[in-house]
C-alpha cells in the first residue's frame, strides 16, 4: 500500500510518517520545492515537490496512490485571501488530483475551530474544505485535532505557552474560562493514521482530542509549572480584550489577526471522542 501525504515535512507530517511506515505502509511526501524540512524525513519515505495551490505541479504525485491524507494548509496568516487560496483551493486542486489518478481513499486533517458558533477566517477555510471532501465522491474521513502539544508541538498551543511565559504579569481574555481537550502529538497522529486505513471510518468524522477537559487558566498553571514560574494572571473582560490591539501583538505578533488570536480564548473545544474510541480503537493520554 502507498499513501501519500501533502504537508507531510511538518511536525505533525513527519511523525506521520514514522507511524505509517511502522504499520509497513509506503510513504510518499508531497512538501513545497525547496522545503529544507524534507531532509529531516525517513529515509523511506519518496519525497515529491509540489503546491497544492498549483494543480499542475502536483497532479503526478499521485500516481499509484492507495490512500491521501491531506495535511497541507494554513494556520497563520492576517491575509483572509491565504486560507482560502490555500485550505480551500488547495483542498479541492488535492480532491481533482486524486480522482486523475485514481485515488479512492482520502482523509482530510481539518480543525477543531470548524464547531466554533461563529468561525474565523481560517475556520471558515477548513470548514469549506470539510463541504468539497464531503462532495467529493471518494472515500473520505475528517478529523478535527484540537490543540496539540509535544513533539514540537502544535504553532496554536506554542503561541499560547510562549504568551503565558512572557511577563510576570499576563492577561487573560476572559478569565481563561473556556474549556480546552489538548491532545499528545503522539496520539493524534496514532489517530490519522487509523482513521486512514479503516474501512470501518469511511463517511465519518472524527474529533481527535485528549482524554482531560481543562480550562485555558488551568492550561496555563501547567506550562507556568513545568517552566518553574509563578507568574500571574489578571482575567480581562470580553469588551476591553477585543479593543486591546495590543495583545494580538503580544499572543500572536505579525502572523495572526487579532480574531484569530482572541478566538482561541473565547470558544470551548473540548469535543467529545467516543466515536473515535469505539472506531479508532483511540485512547489518548494526559498531554501534560
Excluded at 504537508?7 to 505509517?20: D, H, Q, T, W
Aim: aromatic share 8%; charged share 20%; hydrophobic share 45%.
Amino acid at each position: 500500500m502507498i499513501a501519500l501525504l501533502t504537508g507531510g515535512a511538518g511536525v505533525v507530517g513527519k511523525a506521520l510518517c514514522r507511524e505509517l511506515i511502522a504499520r509497513g505502509v509506503c510513504v510518499r511526501v508531497l512538501t513545497l520545492p525547496g522545503d529544507s524540512l524534507a531532509k529531516s524525513l525517513p529515509s523511506e519515505v519518496d519525497v515529491r515537490y509540489g503546491d497544492v495551490t498549483d494543480f499542475n505541479s502536483i497532479k503526478s504525485a499521485f500516481d499509484g496512490v492507495d490512500v491521501a491524507y491531506h495535511l497541507a494548509a494554513i494556520l497563520l496568516s492576517t491575509k483572509r485571501s491565504a486560507f482560502e487560496h490555500v485550505n480551500t483551493e488547495g483542498t479541492r486542486h488535492v480532491l481533482e488530483a486524486c480522482k486523475l489518478a485514481g485515488v479512492r481513499r482520502f482523509l482530510y486533517v481539518s480543525s477543531i475551530s470548524v464547531t466554533y458558533p461563529v468561525l474565523t477566517p481560517y475556520g471558515e477555510s477548513k470548514k469549506k474544505g470539510e463541504a468539497l471532501v464531503q462532495a467529493s465522491g471518494l472515500d473520505w474521513t475528517i478529523v478535527r485535532p484540537t490543540l496539540v502539544i509535544g513533539d514540537g508541538g502544535g504553532v496554536e498551543y506554542n503561541m499560547f505557552r510562549d504568551y503565558v511565559k512572557k511577563f510576570p504579569l499576563y492577561l487573560m481574555p476572559g478569565g481563561g474560562k473556556c474549556f480546552k481537550r489538548p491532545v499528545r502529538s503522539e496520539d493524534l497522529v496514532k489517530g490519522i493514521a487509523v482513521a486512514g486505513l479503516k474501512e470501518e471510518a469511511v463517511g465519518k468524522t472524527y474529533a481527535l482530542a485528549g482524554a482531560t477537559v481543562m480550562t485555558m487558566a488551568e492550561m496555563a498553571k501547567h506550562v507556568l509549572k513545568s517552566a518553574g514560574m509563578r507568574h500571574l494572571m489578571v482575567p480581562l473582560p470580553w469588551w476591553i480584550s477585543k479593543r486591546l490591539a495590543v495583545l494580538k501583538n503580544w499572543i500572536g505578533g505579525e502572523r495572526v489577526s487579532a480574531e484569530q488570536a482572541l478566538a482561541g480564548f473565547l470558544y470551548d473545544a473540548a469535543p467529545s471522542i467516543e466515536d473515535a474510541e469505539a472506531d479508532l480503537d483511540y485512547h489518548p493520554g494526559c498531554p501534560f
